[in-house]
């Protein structure tokens, strides 16, 4: 079964816009996703507290009442049920700078990748009623650009390294898509994350349509290769900065995310316990959350992430900020 | 300050007959402004920023330093070079080039102080993030063709006020104290541009008052000072005027430096930031929001340790220039019974702001002045016009001050097309926020003036603070903050960032949570509310959720750093971070992080300690100085020495290793 998780409009919630310098870098994407479960899955409570301290989580409704199964047949699960009603940006299209990256995560097979671009930049479009979108970036598994360098403070927010990187076959097969996507119009320009001069150099003799950027971490050592500056300057390739983890969706984060815990939004069971010992432990969980079955069962594999901007443009104003994330539940 | 009026300017005694004339006109403009404007939507940021000097003169052999007078004869200079002409620059009141279709060359434009001259960019800054890398070079470029068109001895230097300012000696070329429009003991009515604008503005001022203006800044107390403190320079056996009475009557008060003239505040040098806004809504939104960060950017920014030779208890120049205009009669300080004035009036005409004016769903009545005076009839008649109330009560608050210079040939005739009369009152109501209506007759938009910065010795530092204003509103607009607090704690604040390095040991009332609250969506369709009308984002309109809880549960004090850098417990975000959060969201390019970093980090260094404010700067340069005596005494060749280290750090921003305290190691770059 696919699971299909989103976040709306993460700028709603506060919780997403914090930022610690101790948490991990792809805390904005979990606790968009956590506040946006949330929202959905716990009843409406009137006079939260003013200054948004809450007090005990109110107890939350069977996922099915706010989740959606394609009624088609397809097994497509969503988390919540999806709704673009609402959604639509304000201003005309040219007003908007819209970029979407896209990361391809480790351990999902890379053949489907064709699908899975057109799916996420489809699933962005229909979010914020736009026909194209400025800037589409796409950020491979396991790679770095600076994996030479040794910048301790940057390493650690690379978070847990699960992949190596893939053979460059396959990311010139991925980037077809992309120039398709180009030449249909949907995408105006095309960007790469985290390539190192030596990889972009690769990866340049083998395009047809050149990324126009490449996006680099480096919030904590400003300092980039010069290599790769000279490259990027001759080639008319933007360096522009970012601050997502590579690897933005380890093992076991959409466990936790869609699992029975205090934490979970109780969309998965528990995955090798007895139901004894679950009762044991989440007691309360199982009585107010799964009365009528015990979430979903399973092992989750999740493909994509994608994150998505619309900022106006003479304004500096972000407007729209969310993700998707896609993953495969197989039993 | 535009000065192309001239006419002839009314004493107080006939312009006070006028004033409610005045007003009166002032308000149709307004209206007409009003309903010209208030469908304006979509404007671009457009932002600007004003740099003001103080012009200095060296003596290099006798090892002085005086304020320079010349402000007219730069300006014509500047006006008459014709390379800065062709290149769109100049001065707009004498002479400007042609617009360019590139970045045009930096204006320059006249100051209330002789010995001033302020700067702007020669147009506009957008958000493109290159432009906010330009500010810095602009700022320098403004300050050397500055440079460029004054004597070799003279200096544009960019300390608030002059250390010297007010010791009857101090100014080339020197005049006697003691004029008949300031009747100032310590400084000449030369002091003040000629234009006769400004010395009409101060002869008003104090004839409104019915005495000189009266500044008395609490003296630091050093090992060797006297107790109590009495100003030795006050004179007492002056009997030019009738307000030399004033020090006889007591003006000047123990443990005080005193001070007696609109130069003293009004020849002290501001960082000040306007913004367009998108329309009218956001523009009051903005209003609102940036109220109460004023107090904590004046903290940040300190840099008045010292007036008039004597080193002071306060860091902040802002009470004094408060004090410097306030033409408050002792019916309206509440000194004697109201018999002939109309109100008391808590505030000077230059002071923080007593208004909240957005109709967003947030703002709770209990945040609003209980204080606030306004005039109901002008009220009534802009409600009347169809202006909401909180609008009408804002502008009815402004125009309960009196117009001071009134130029008898603008009395004849209305005219609708023009806001001579409306600028009157809004441009002479000098609070730390301004909300300013589009100029007639040009497509500018709705604009929000941030004023309470002080300006800082060198461009890299007054281009950080400027463009952590413009990122701060960003961010903002785009995560819909919410710093709501009630208006007299803002004025509280305020008293608060004056105290000695109160950026470190003092703790100002700030909303615990800025953030937009969680949410609960049925069906996709939030149910908490946002800021109401016009918000940024396509959230659905809803019903505002009643707040519950008291308004003493929104807030708490804070220090500055955890104001700036957030609290560790998981509390107060912090304002860095949130910018640094809006700058994820965004596409910007290494280098221009790299840069905003660098600026980030120093408004950062400032809030934490690890960098210095130029007030503490200069207090430990003076505390060090051979010719300090302990005795809070700043002398002649020390304040040589000190204007000096000024410019030295204005040229090298510390890459010389000096005043790294104050600027950090990061101005290695060349």
């Given at each position: 079964m696919k699971l299909i998780l989103s976040t709306s409009n993460l700028l709603d919630a506060g919780s997403s816009i914090r930022r610690d310098p101790t948490q991990k870098s792809n805390a904005e994407l979990v606790s968009s996703f956590r506040a946006n479960f949330a929202a959905h899955s716990h009843p409406q409570t009137n006079g939260s507290s003013s200054n948004g301290v809450s007090k005990q989580p109110p107890s939350r409704t069977n996922y099915k009442a706010w989740t959606h199964m394609a009624p088609d047949g397809r097994q497509e699960l969503e988390c919540p049920k999806l709704d673009f009603e609402h959604s639509a940006l304000q201003e005309e299209r040219e007003q908007y700078d819209i970029t979407v990256k896209l990361f391809y995560l480790p351990g999902a097979p890379t053949e489907n990748r064709a699908t899975q671009t057109k799916e996420a930049v489809k699933l962005v479009l229909k979010e914020l009623h736009m026909p194209s979108i400025d800037l589409l970036i796409i950020s491979f598994p396991g790679i770095y650009f600076d994996e030479e360098e040794d910048c301790p403070d940057k390493i650690s927010t690379r978070g847990p390294v699960e992949a190596e990187p893939e053979p460059l076959e396959s990311q010139i097969e991925t980037w077809k898509t992309l120039e398709a996507l180009h030449e249909e119009g949907v995408v105006k320009k095309l960007g790469i994350a985290e390539f190192g001069h030596d990889r972009l150099v690769s990866f340049l003799e083998r395009t047809t349509i050149r990324p126009s950027v490449d996006q680099i971490n480096l919030r904590d050592c400003c300092s980039v290769p010069k290599?790769?500056?000279?490259?990027?300057?001759?080639?008319?390739?933007?360096?522009?900065?970012?601050?997502?983890?590579?690897?933005?969706?380890?093992?076991?984060?959409?466990?936790?995310?869609?699992?029975?815990?205090?934490?979970?939004?109780?969309?998965?069971?528990?995955?090798?316990?007895?139901?004894?010992?679950?009762?044991?432990?989440?007691?309360?969980?199982?009585?107010?959350?799964?009365?009528?079955?015990?979430?979903?069962?399973?092992e989750v594999q999740p493909l994509w992430v994608v994150k998505y901007t619309a900022v106006v443009k003479n304004r500096g104003v972000v407007e729209n900020k969310g993700y998707f994330a896609v993953a495969e539940l197989s039993g | 300050m535009g000065l192309l009026a001239v006419g002839t300017p009314l004493e107080w005694e006939e312009a006070k007959k006028s004033a409610s004339h005045v007003r009166s006109w002032g308000i149709e403009q307004l209206l007409a402004l009003w309903r010209k404007a208030k469908g304006k939507e979509r404007d671009a940021l457009l932002w600007g920023d004003e740099i003001e000097y103080l012009v200095v003169n060296f003596d290099d052999a006798e090892r002085n330093v005086k304020l320079s007078l010349r402000q007219a004869d730069i300006l014509h200079a500047l006006a008459s070079d014709p390379e800065l002409i062709r290149q769109g620059g100049g001065v707009p009141d004498l002479n400007q080039g042609e617009p360019k279709a590139d970045r045009p060359a930096p204006t320059f434009h006249p100051e209330f102080g002789r010995f001033m001259l302020e700067a702007t960019p020669g147009k506009p800054w957008?958000?493109?993030?290159?432009?906010?890398?330009?500010?810095?070079?602009?700022?320098?470029?403004?300050?050397?063709?500055?440079?460029?068109?004054?004597?070799?001895?003279?200096?544009?230097?960019?300390?608030?006020?002059?250390?010297?300012?007010?010791?009857?000696?101090?100014?080339?070329?020197?005049?006697?104290?003691?004029?008949?429009?300031?009747?100032?003991?310590?400084?000449?009515?030369?002091?003040?541009?000629?234009?006769?604008?400004?010395?009409?503005?101060?002869?008003?001022?104090?004839?409104?008052?019915?005495?000189?203006?009266?500044?008395?800044?609490?003296?630091?107390?050093?090992?060797?000072?006297?107790?109590?403190?009495?100003?030795?320079?006050?004179?007492?056996?002056?009997?030019?005027?009738?307000?030399?009475?004033?020090?006889?009557?007591?003006?000047?008060?123990?443990?005080?430096?005193?001070?007696?003239?609109?130069?003293?505040?009004?020849?002290?040098?501001?960082?000040?930031?306007?913004?367009?806004?998108?329309?009218?809504?956001?523009?009051?939104?903005?209003?609102?929001?940036?109220?109460?960060?004023?107090?904590?950017?004046?903290?940040?920014?300190?840099?008045?340790?010292?007036?008039?030779?004597?080193?002071?208890?306060?860091?902040?120049?802002?009470?004094?220039?408060?004090?410097?205009?306030?033409?408050?009669?002792?019916?309206?300080?509440?000194?004697?019974?109201?018999?002939?004035?109309?109100?008391?009036?808590?505030?000077?005409?230059?002071a923080s702001n007593s208004t909240y004016i957005s109709q967003d769903s947030r703002l709770r009545p209990e945040y609003l002045d209980p204080d606030l005076v306004v005039d109901e009839d002008l009220k009534a008649r802009l409600v009347e016009g169809g202006m909401d109330d909180r609008l009408a009560t804002h502008f009815a608050h402004l125009f309960i001050r009196d117009p001071i210079v009134i130029f008898a040939e603008d009395l004849q005739e209305l005219d609708l097309e023009k806001s001579d009369h409306f600028e009157n009152l809004q441009s002479t109501n000098w609070q730390h926020m301004r909300f300013?209506?589009?100029?007639?007759?040009?497509?500018?938009?709705?604009?929000?003036?941030?004023?309470?910065?002080?300006?800082?010795?060198?461009?890299?530092?007054?281009?950080?603070?400027?463009?952590?204003?413009?990122?701060?509103?960003?961010?903002?607009?785009?995560?819909?903050?919410?710093?709501?607090?009630?208006?007299?704690?803002?004025?509280?604040?305020?008293?608060?960032?004056?105290?000695?390095?109160?950026?470190?040991?003092?703790?100002?009332?700030?909303?615990?949570?800025?953030?937009?609250?969680?949410?609960?969506?049925?069906?996709?369709?939030?149910?908490?509310?946002?800021?109401?009308?016009?918000?940024?984002?396509?959230?659905?309109?809803?019903?505002?959720?009643?707040?519950?809880?008291?308004?003493?549960?929104?807030?708490?004090?804070?220090?500055?750093?955890?104001?700036?850098?957030?609290?560790?417990?998981?509390?107060?975000?912090?304002?860095?971070?949130?910018?640094?959060?809006?700058?994820?969201?965004?596409?910007?390019?290494?280098?221009?992080?790299?840069?905003?970093?660098?600026?980030?980090?120093?408004?950062?260094?400032?809030?934490?300690?690890?960098?210095?404010?130029?007030?503490?700067?200069?207090?430990?340069?003076?505390?060090?100085?051979?010719?300090?005596k302990q005795d809070s005494v700043v002398g002649d060749e020390l304040v040589y020495d000190l204007v000096k280290a000024a410019e030295r750090i204005t040229v090298h921003e510390g890459r010389d290793g000096f005043a790294k305290e104050m600027l950090g190691e990061c101005r290695e770059r060349p």
């Amino acid at each position: 079964m696919k699971l299909i998780l989103s976040t709306s409009n993460l700028l709603d919630a506060g919780s997403s816009i914090r930022r610690d310098p101790t948490q991990k870098s792809n805390a904005e994407l979990v606790s968009s996703f956590r506040a946006n479960f949330a929202a959905h899955s716990h009843p409406q409570t009137n006079g939260s507290s003013s200054n948004g301290v809450s007090k005990q989580p109110p107890s939350r409704t069977n996922y099915k009442a706010w989740t959606h199964m394609a009624p088609d047949g397809r097994q497509e699960l969503e988390c919540p049920k999806l709704d673009f009603e609402h959604s639509a940006l304000q201003e005309e299209r040219e007003q908007y700078d819209i970029t979407v990256k896209l990361f391809y995560l480790p351990g999902a097979p890379t053949e489907n990748r064709a699908t899975q671009t057109k799916e996420a930049v489809k699933l962005v479009l229909k979010e914020l009623h736009m026909p194209s979108i400025d800037l589409l970036i796409i950020s491979f598994p396991g790679i770095y650009f600076d994996e030479e360098e040794d910048c301790p403070d940057k390493i650690s927010t690379r978070g847990p390294v699960e992949a190596e990187p893939e053979p460059l076959e396959s990311q010139i097969e991925t980037w077809k898509t992309l120039e398709a996507l180009h030449e249909e119009g949907v995408v105006k320009k095309l960007g790469i994350a985290e390539f190192g001069h030596d990889r972009l150099v690769s990866f340049l003799e083998r395009t047809t349509i050149r990324p126009s950027v490449d996006q680099i971490n480096l919030r904590d050592c400003c300092s980039v290769p010069k290599k790769l500056l000279v490259l990027a300057k001759s080639r008319g390739i933007e360096l522009l900065v970012h601050n997502d983890s590579s690897n933005v969706l380890p093992r076991g984060t959409l466990r936790e995310l869609l699992g029975p815990g205090d934490e979970g939004a109780g969309v998965l069971a528990e995955p090798t316990k007895t139901g004894e010992k679950r009762k044991s432990l989440h007691g309360e969980q199982v009585k107010n959350g799964d009365a009528d079955g015990e979430g979903l069962k399973g092992e989750v594999q999740p493909l994509w992430v994608v994150k998505y901007t619309a900022v106006v443009k003479n304004r500096g104003v972000v407007e729209n900020k969310g993700y998707f994330a896609v993953a495969e539940l197989s039993g | 300050m535009g000065l192309l009026a001239v006419g002839t300017p009314l004493e107080w005694e006939e312009a006070k007959k006028s004033a409610s004339h005045v007003r009166s006109w002032g308000i149709e403009q307004l209206l007409a402004l009003w309903r010209k404007a208030k469908g304006k939507e979509r404007d671009a940021l457009l932002w600007g920023d004003e740099i003001e000097y103080l012009v200095v003169n060296f003596d290099d052999a006798e090892r002085n330093v005086k304020l320079s007078l010349r402000q007219a004869d730069i300006l014509h200079a500047l006006a008459s070079d014709p390379e800065l002409i062709r290149q769109g620059g100049g001065v707009p009141d004498l002479n400007q080039g042609e617009p360019k279709a590139d970045r045009p060359a930096p204006t320059f434009h006249p100051e209330f102080g002789r010995f001033m001259l302020e700067a702007t960019p020669g147009k506009p800054w957008g958000i493109g993030f290159k432009d906010l890398l330009d500010v810095e070079q602009d700022m320098k470029l403004r300050r050397k063709i500055a440079k460029e068109h004054m004597e070799s001895s003279e200096f544009p230097i960019t300390l608030t006020t002059f250390p010297l300012l007010g010791d009857r000696k101090s100014i080339t070329p020197f005049y006697p104290p003691s004029g008949s429009k300031l009747r100032s003991q310590f400084v000449p009515d030369e002091i003040a541009n000629p234009h006769i604008r400004f010395p009409t503005l101060a002869a008003n001022i104090r004839a409104r008052r019915g005495r000189k203006v009266e500044l008395n800044v609490p003296v630091f107390h050093d090992t060797n000072t006297t107790w109590p403190f009495k100003d030795p320079t006050v004179d007492y056996d002056m009997h030019n005027w009738p307000e030399d009475q004033d020090v006889r009557n007591g003006a000047a008060k123990d443990n005080c430096i005193y001070m007696d003239a609109m130069a003293f505040g009004m020849g002290s040098c501001c960082l000040q930031i306007t913004f367009q806004a998108k329309g009218i809504e956001e523009g009051r939104k903005m209003y609102d929001q940036l109220s109460p960060l004023g107090p904590i950017l004046l903290a940040l920014t300190a840099a008045t340790p010292i007036y008039k030779g004597f080193l002071a208890d306060t860091d902040v120049r802002w009470n004094q220039i408060s004090r410097a205009v306030d033409d408050r009669t002792p019916e309206e300080l509440g000194e004697k019974p109201l018999k002939s004035d109309r109100w008391r009036i808590p505030k000077s005409r230059y002071a923080s702001n007593s208004t909240y004016i957005s109709q967003d769903s947030r703002l709770r009545p209990e945040y609003l002045d209980p204080d606030l005076v306004v005039d109901e009839d002008l009220k009534a008649r802009l409600v009347e016009g169809g202006m909401d109330d909180r609008l009408a009560t804002h502008f009815a608050h402004l125009f309960i001050r009196d117009p001071i210079v009134i130029f008898a040939e603008d009395l004849q005739e209305l005219d609708l097309e023009k806001s001579d009369h409306f600028e009157n009152l809004q441009s002479t109501n000098w609070q730390h926020m301004r909300f300013k209506p589009p100029p007639p007759g040009n497509d500018t938009g709705w604009r929000v003036e941030v004023r309470p910065m002080e300006i800082q010795i060198t461009d890299f530092e007054n281009a950080a603070f400027s463009v952590f204003v413009v990122l701060i509103t960003r961010a903002i607009l785009s995560f819909d903050l919410n710093f709501y607090l009630p208006i007299p704690r803002t004025t509280e604040n305020m008293e608060t960032a004056h105290r000695r390095d109160a950026v470190l040991n003092d703790k100002f009332y700030f909303r615990k949570d800025p953030l937009p609250p969680p949410q609960t969506k049925i069906n996709g369709v939030s149910s908490t509310p946002g800021s109401g009308a016009n918000t940024p984002r396509s959230r659905v309109p809803s019903r505002p959720s009643t707040p519950t809880g008291p308004v003493e549960d929104e807030y708490e004090l804070m220090t500055v750093n955890e104001i700036i850098n957030g609290k560790d417990d998981g509390g107060f975000p912090g304002l860095i971070p949130l910018v640094e959060s809006y700058l994820d969201s965004v596409n910007v390019d290494v280098e221009t992080r790299c840069e905003l970093a660098q600026y980030l980090d120093l408004i950062k260094g400032r809030a934490s300690g690890r960098l210095w404010t130029a007030a503490k700067w200069i207090r430990r340069y003076v505390a060090e100085h051979k010719e300090y005596k302990q005795d809070s005494v700043v002398g002649d060749e020390l304040v040589y020495d000190l204007v000096k280290a000024a410019e030295r750090i204005t040229v090298h921003e510390g890459r010389d290793g000096f005043a790294k305290e104050m600027l950090g190691e990061c101005r290695e770059r060349p």
